[in-house]
């Protein structure tokens, strides 16, 4: 018998933010959250994104133990902007049964129905800054700190309950080259003499914090042509940066301004964090600070993860620029693998930055989709 239970309390939460860590104790792939950041995440009273999204989450359980979790999330912006009359779900783990899968996913389906909403699709978090996506390729490798990591097996439940693929992202592992090729510097100090473009070195993690806001309106500008991309609002800014500083290393973030001192690019990389996070295995203290800061200083793997580009600028060559920077802070730093950020399949713009350094495609994700049929179960629509 399987049981599923509503989260209406700390305690249950906490049941809730720990369920992978047991599920994936013996995983050497899974990399674990923090434990503080996700109870944060799914908190309504420090996490902005509640202000416009409401949030229920389910634990499964079978013969009295919990077998597995499930967010479920209406986005009203995503409603009221897109247009997308959908449920999500996130935070989607469970062992390797298929009937707990469906018991979980028919939480989704109730609600959907009881908001007179279209469809499901997940996993996914409340906005577009969040993890996404069921791991489809990739098993054998480590999850980022921005991704989820899943068994094979999830894949395999989705394609049984006849879900369609919605939107996929694929990720790259690159190889450092040993020195900076002669045509990335000769191409980037001509763009930056063509349209008087400058360089700005960050000084330290106040001068990012003064750069923040621009950097998220070059976000907004840069990815508003992508599918399900919501703005993000100036709550959710002000919480992100707080989430992601103490990760931020200023050596890491490429800026660039034009003559007017208007920023016109970035990019955020980062040392990898993986095995830091693992190490951690989700707390902070007594030594998860100590991995984390060890990893900012000594590290072999960097992960790329955004990039914005004024639209006035895209297709002119800024990215030259950028490689030409990210590159000599690579070769200083001994960095020799660089793994990108989930990209969406169809954004071909982004994939083509890496086409001169043999990317390698080692991920891959997809998020997943069902019509809600009126007057069924999920469970009925599979008979």
């Known amino acids: 018998m399987i049981e599923i239970k509503e989260v209406l309390s700390h305690k ?3 049941k809730f933010v720990k369920f992978p860590f047991e599920l994936y104790k013996d995983c050497p792939y899974w990399v674990p959250p923090l434990i503080k950041d996700e109870m944060e995440t799914l908190n309504p009273k ?4 509640f202000k416009n999204a409401d949030a229920w989450f389910y634990l499964a359980y079978k013969n009295g133990k919990v077998v597995g979790r499930i967010g479920v999330m ?4 995503d409603i009221e902007i897109l247009g997308n009359k959908k449920i999500r779900f996130g935070w989607l783990d469970m062992i390797d049964d298929i009937e707990v899968t469906r ?5 989704a389906f109730q609600k959907g129905k009881a ?3 279209e469809y499901v699709e997940g996993p996914m978090g409340f906005n577009n800054m969040e993890k996404a996506g069921i791991l489809t390729k990739g098993f054998k490798e480590m999850n980022t700190m921005i991704t989820w990591y899943h068994y094979p097996y999830y894949f395999e439940h989705m394609k049984q309950m006849r879900f369609e693929r919605q939107a996929t992202w694929i990720e790259f592992k690159m190889q450092v080259p040993s020195s900076i090729f002669e045509k990335i510097t000769k191409f980037s100090n001509l763009i930056k003499e063509r349209y008087s473009l400058k360089v700005i070195p960050i000084q330290n993690k106040e001068h990012i914090l003064d750069l923040a806001d621009a950097m998220f309106k070059l976000l907004n500008s840069t990815y508003s042509s992508l599918q399900t991309y919501v703005p993000l609002q100036p709550e959710q800014k002000e919480y992100y940066k707080k989430k992601y500083m103490n990760f931020l290393n200023p050596d890491y973030i490429t800026c660039i301004k034009d003559k007017n001192d208007k920023l016109i690019a970035f990019s955020i990389v980062m040392p990898s964090f993986s095995k830091a996070l693992k190490k951690a295995n989700g707390k902070l203290f007594p030594f998860g600070w100590k991995y984390i800061l060890d990893a900012q200083r000594k590290n072999d793997t960097a992960a790329f993860y955004l990039i914005g580009i004024d639209p006035e600028y895209q297709g002119k060559g800024i990215t030259a620029i950028i490689f030409e920077e990210m590159l000599s802070m690579f070769i200083a730093k001994g960095i020799k693998t660089v793994e990108t950020n989930p990209e969406l399949v169809e954004n071909r713009a982004v ?3 890496w086409k ?8 891959e994700r997809s998020t997943f989709k069902r019509a809600i049929t009126r007057g069924y179960s999920l469970s009925e629509l599979d008979l």
């Open 103 to 107: 018991a979980l996913l028919e939480k």
């Open 12 to 14: 249950d939460l906490k």
């Open 46 to 49: 420090l996490n902005p994104a």
């Open 356 to 363: 001169d350094y043999n990317p390698v495609q080692h991920k």
């Open 115 to 117: 908001l007179g909403l």
């Open 74 to 77: 209406v986005n009203h912006l």
């Open 351 to 353: 994939q083509s930055l």
